[in-house]
């Protein structure tokens, strides 16, 4: 059985993320995942300490693959390190995070609209491309409810001890509206790690990999 992480950060790239890529990478092995994805922050946020309105879209992705590339190097082949990311919308109403699985770095480029997008416009070009879009922690009382039409699953189990993710109600909506679950540890600081995430029988290595384990439904959630 393997374990994968589907919600983690670096101090790299999210300016909440406390622990490098290369302290999420140890403490991951040393609790026996054989994979992490990397979902750090893309928002406006993530630039507060640049010039955010005079850098060029490939300066802004150059910021963010940072912690990505980071994990890859420090992984050293010991752990499968994918890339997703965090995405929040400028545009948006609320303040929803949404879970992206499938993305590359030429996505990210080509695409230099994707903080000024919602979740209508966003979920097309998402499937448009191959990705898949989990709303993440959707029942913290500062989210919003989004169309379950846009939305390829949510984040059931978000095991972050210093918000109130509303687990429950999360599960029971994905439920109701025969949403894919996931489960993130939502990891940014020392005692974060491991938490959640899902077990397969097989290992998760790609990007690829992780796409079909995700549509096939065939994978249980770690709630620790």
Known sequence: MYKTEL??????????GEVSAAGLVDAYIKNGYSTVVITDHLSTHTYFKYDYDNMSWDEKIDVFVRGYKAAVEAAKGRLNVLFGMELRFDSSDAPNDYLVFGI????????????DMNIKSFSKLAHENGLLVFQAHPFRTDMAIVNPKYLDGIEVYNACVRHNSNNDIALAWAEKYKLRQSSGSDFHKPGD???AGIITETEIKSNEDLIKVLLSGNYKLIRA
Do not use: V
Not at 7 to 16: D, G, I, K
């Open 193 to 195: 790690e491991a938490h």
């Open 7 to 16: 919600h983690a950060h670096t101090s790299e790239t999210s300016n909440c």
């Open 104 to 115: 590359d770095e030429g996505f990210l480029r080509n695409n230099k609209e994707l903080i």
